[in-house]
């Protein structure tokens, strides 16, 4: 069933594709303007399959009309999905589309840059005066050089948990989406759900998500001739003696944060907050996986 569900990258850009089809419909004021545009991009192949869809207005007779076929947006998601296997075509596209653009507010602005940070880009704005007046300037950039690495581990640990666990999917894809709606603390409370509900399963007997890290890493602590597999345990060990349980003590300090920043609400989770904990969860799991570890 969850096979049904769009990938949370492909959800993302395509309510990305979806803001700049907006942003094409303020552009267009005539029905010449849509052939413009995509001239300008290097993108006129396409203007006979859209140009219906790109004009505002029909006229019979001298007398103007409007066009009920008139969807840009709908032309934006279209072609960005048939280009976006060239980034740098895409990107040329959407940087085009901004170049008409002066003032987004927040409320789309916050959306659009939530949901490029999933795919790993961001907005860089750049103001001027202009006799007085201030004047914005956006373009769309990469936010880290390695962003087609990143896209393809997401697509990598997305079909991982697709194959070996299906029921975690639905937690992954929510965070995803709760992070691209501003709902920050719902995000880091699915991403300690999904980090809780994958390290459960490595312990077959109890369920015991902290047994679970420790297999996960392999990590064992011996003292006075037991093993350690509490959480205070094993902590007072490392401050007693300084070593001990590394990989152990990264994961289960970040699901501490997760617990205090989304379930128990201890402070005001950010949405850097929020990415830095997906991106922690993400990784794990991708750790995990290219260990062989639950799979």
Known sequence: MNNVFDTKERIARSNIYSIFGKFIRSQIDNNDDGEVLLKKAGLSAFWDDYKNKLSPYWYNRGYQ???DDYNPEYV???ICEKIES????????LNLILDGIHDIDDKQYNLLSNYLGVIGYELQITIEEDYGYELKYYSLIPSTEGVQQRNTDISYLHSMLEMHHPDLVILYDEAITNFGS???VSCIENCRSLLENFFKKLDTINGDYVKGILAATGESIIDNGAQLTSIK?????????KKGANRF??????YSVMSGLGTHHEDVASKEDALLLLRYVEDCLLWCFRKGVNC
């Open 65 to 67: 009309n409007n066009n």
């Open 76 to 78: 934006c998601l279209s």
């Open 86 to 93: 060239n980034e740098e075509g895409l990107l040329r596209f």
């Open 182 to 184: 501003g709902q920050y």
């Open 233 to 241: 345990k094993i902590y007072t060990y490392w401050i007693d003696n």
């Open 249 to 254: 003590r990264l994961f289960q300090t970040m």
